[in-house]
């Protein structure tokens, strides 16, 4: 927790602040994903019975493509069986192809859907949290990185005079101002640490 480069505080009730946050935005974006799932599932069995019925349809077009051909040998009324039965292989194919196309625009329907149900609560509460997040970690990064040399640590002082409380600045010294001014040692490090705090370390790298 104490480089830089891992976004979580050293503060103790920051830190836990952060983790609950997370547990909350990973409980919640399961959620959703368990949702989505669901209405992606119950809308693939639509897709399903497509598929079915385009295997059947299908099975049964060949079946009476192969008696149609068969009835073509027989003398005299062999066209005239046939042709119903082709008649009926070309319907049973038309029924195949709507059982195709009905998989096909059911299982493109069902990622859409879980889609539509799923991102919109999760980024919701994923986007501010990953904003926050994000800023979170660029100001310690940032601080962190000042507080390791002498000017940055005389800056982190500066800003601490500049923002925070004025009961926090003369708890470090009577005169906060008029010893950052005489590069007082202790209290450029007391507000230099108190600007890191604000930051979200707990103490001085």
């Given amino acids: ?45 639509i897709a399903e019975v497509g598929r079915q019925v ?18 073509d040998d027989f ?15 070309d319907a049973a194919l038309d029924i195949a192809g709507a059982g195709h196309n009905l998989d096909t625009t059911a299982s493109w329907l069902a990622w859409v859907l879980a889609l539509a149900v799923a991102a919109p609560p999760i980024l919701f509460v994923a986007m ?31 800003r601490a005079l500049a923002n925070r409380p004025l009961a926090k600045l003369v708890a470090i010294n009577a005169d906060p101002v008029g010893a950052w001014r005489a590069y007082d040692a202790d209290t450029v490090r007391g507000l230099a640490a108190l600007e890191l ?9």
Avoid at 75 to 89: F, K, Q
Avoid at 197 to 205: D, I
């Fill in 54 to 71: 385009e295997v059947g349809a299908t099975g049964v077009s060949e079946n009476l493509d192969t008696a149609g051909s068969r009835t």
């Fill in 197 to 205: 705090y604000s930051a979200g370390v707990a103490r001085r790298l």
């Fill in 128 to 158: 501010p949290w990953l904003y926050l997040r994000v800023k979170f970690a660029r100001r310690k990064w940032t601080a962190i990185t000042l507080a390791r040399t002498p000017a940055g640590e005389q800056l982190l002082a500066l």
């Fill in 75 to 89: 003398p005299l009324v062999g066209d005239a069986l046939a042709r119903p039965l082709r008649a009926a292989s």
């Fill in 1 to 45: 927790m104490t480089s830089r480069f891992i976004p979580y505080a050293t503060t103790p009730s920051r830190l836990m602040g952060q983790l609950i946050s997370d547990f909350c935005v990973l409980v919640w974006t399961t959620i959703w994903v368990l949702v989505g799932a669901a209405v992606h599932s119950a809308v693939s069995t």
